[in-house]
């Protein structure tokens, strides 16, 4: 019997393996199907659309999500210039169209409105014509849902949208929600670049010490920094994980997830970010000199979302301003594992967030639907 068994076993081992067909997804188009078939929405009274508007002289695309268009409106105001938000609704946005009708856009010269309308003429990228553009998108947002007042939260360079629309036009705003919130642009370079020097040191990086003094002093003065002195800093500072919490290099898993996401055709992804160099070497060298530190009243709610280990747009800088501003009501939540990239590194904590601090305030003024 041990004879027979040794044979047999030799012959299974020689025996040529049996082809199993693969798992799969195999395409993107079959992870695309898949994930679209997840985040169906089929509430009656809901909706799940992506649609092209005209914005600022060309045509713009949003998406929307909302299980109850009941709900209140939440406008998302992307980071960048020129980072899309849109197309990682997918990965980090799940939930939020339960308690709101979430509208994601994508900005000139991004994303899927550079698939709409192509690029720009240089002469439109500047931050006046975004902010007119963030206007225009508001006032649509209001008659689209027939909605008095919506939120909006602005991330990064679209915080800056965000609390000039706040200063602004306080009477169309529910609340400013800020998250990774600009405020004194040249200072919070600046503390950028001395954290990034220092974590250089203490890592006995010679590279990383001889890039950074080479483009010292940093955001000195009144002049704008060039953008390859911009783009320095951010290497290094993401190496240290300045801009997501130990993820050493960045939010890489944000690049994975744009691949993936059901808004977005194979064109889009390609032209994901075709524009986004213009917009860099037109406009970044002016957002990271503006100062809105200067903003000491508001005339709306301000809610504040902040990485504890945000250094690419300094939350202590944020704090600081916090802490002068007068507002008819203020709160300040800390996201303790956080960096620049709250959404995907605390999207839990996030949406109860949301839902704790900011939609009751449209509750109490009659928008959204009952609680069940």
Known sequence: MRWF????????AASPAVTQPPVGPNSRAEAVKIIAGLREIVSPTGLQATETIPIGGIQQVVSIRSQDLRNPVILYLHGGPGFIEMPLDWWWNRGWDEYFTVVQWDQRNAGKTY????????????????????????????RRFGKRRIFVIGHSWGSILGLRLAAQHPDWLHAYIGMGQAT???????????????????DHNEEAIRALQAIAPYAEGTAPVPVPAILTQRTWLGHYGGAAWRRPGG???????IKLAPE??????????????????????QILATDLSTIRTLQVPLILLLGRHDINVSS????????????????????ERSGH????????????????????????????????
């Not at 977005?264 to 060298?285: C, H, I, W």
């Not at 202590?316 to 996201?335: C, G, H, M, Y």
């Open 5 to 12: 068994a040794l044979s047999f076993a030799a012959l299974v």
């Open 115 to 142: 698939s709409a309308s192509g690029p720009s003429p240089t002469a439109t990228l500047t931050p006046e014509r975004y902010q007119r553009d963030a206007e225009e998108v508001v006032q649509w947002a209001r």
């Open 184 to 202: 004194n642009g040249p200072e919070s370079e600046r503390r950028g670049w001395a954290w990034t020097m220092a974590q250089a040191k203490a």
């Open 251 to 257: 939010g890489a898993f944000e690049g994975a997830a």
């Open 264 to 285: 977005y055709s194979d064109e889009d992804v390609r032209n994901a970010f075709k524009g986004q160099p213009a917009v860099t070497n037109a406009m970044l060298p």
């Open 316 to 335: 202590n800088v944020a704090k600081e301003w916090f802490d002068q501003v007068r507002a008819p009501s203020k709160t300040l939540i800390w996201f």
């Open 341 to 372: 990239h709250i959404t995907s590194e605390e999207p839990g904590k996030l949406l109860t967030s949301l839902v704790r601090y900011a939609r009751p305030i449209a509750i109490a003024a009659g928008d959204g639907a009952p609680e069940e």
